[in-house]
């Protein structure tokens, strides 16, 4: 069974610092991966995927991730953190074929300080 | 551009109660998707439906739970008999298919069970 582990519920950083934000995964068959981003009262938005190809993905926002097969991970980072990020990150991993469910992790805030 | 939309935005109902959540997909999309969030707690994977019927369902996706396209356009949730169990987030989502391996999602229903 598929599932994700996202270290750190909560991660604060300043504006204008970096943004690391970490994804470990476990399938037993080769994973698509996914960043969604949910603001205040609002539904969860696809910030990027990894499925097949290039291992460092861009996405919106200024936002990459980049797939380690043999760390099994899928960390997100940003190289400069604006105020609009504060939000909360959801790391989900999918398999090829089949219904393709997501599996999600239990997501991380991020926190921005001026 | 085209958006996920979901009907209400926040339901209140009495426990026993019947309920149904009502979702538009996207537009020529061929795979649809009922998640739910427990306040506080991972995103969580219902059900999914591709071609008219259930193509995977999770263990908490029971009897009380089924899904309907009842036209070309609609996707629902209904719940026959609510408990207080049932109070979450529920979110629909839909999938092109083919090489398409995201999901688009809507804003979510807020359901209250009392």
């Known amino acids: 069974a598929q599932s994700v582990t996202q270290l750190g519920s909560h991660v604060s950083v300043s504006e204008g610092a970096l943004v690391l934000l970490r994804c470990n995964y476990s399938s037993s068959v080769p994973p698509y991966l996914f960043w969604y981003v949910q603001y205040p009262n609002q539904g969860l938005q696809l910030l990027l995927k990894?499925?097949?190809?290039?291992?460092l993905v861009k996405g919106i926002n200024g936002f990459e991730a980049e797939f380690k097969k043999s760390e099994t991970s899928f960390h997100l980072t940003k190289p400069s953190a604006h105020m609009s990020d504060a939000a909360e990150y959801f790391c989900?991993?999918?398999?090829?074929?089949?219904?393709?469910?997501?599996?999600f992790g239990q997501g991380t805030r991020l926190t921005i300080n001026p | 551009e085209p958006e996920v939309t979901q009907t209400p935005s926040h339901q209140v109902t009495q426990m026993g109660q019947e309920v149904i959540l009502r979702c538009v997909p996207i537009?020529?999309?061929?795979?649809f998707y009922w998640y739910r969030q427990i306040l506080g707690q991972k995103v969580e994977f219902l059900v999914s439906?591709?071609?008219?019927?259930?193509?995977?369902k999770s263990e908490i996706f029971d009897d009380q739970f089924s899904v309907e396209r009842p036209d070309g356009s609609n996707f629902t949730l209904k719940i026959r008999s609510t408990k207080l169990e049932d109070s979450a987030m529920y979110f629909c989502a839909s999938r092109a298919g083919g090489t398409t391996y995201e999901q688009y999602f809507g804003p979510g229903t807020r359901l209250t069970v009392t």
């Open positions: 537009s020529n999309h061929l795979y």
């Open positions: 990894y499925t097949t190809g290039a291992t």
């Open positions: 439906f591709y071609n008219n019927e259930i193509s995977e």
């Open positions: 989900a991993v999918s398999e090829a074929g089949g219904a393709q469910k997501l599996v």
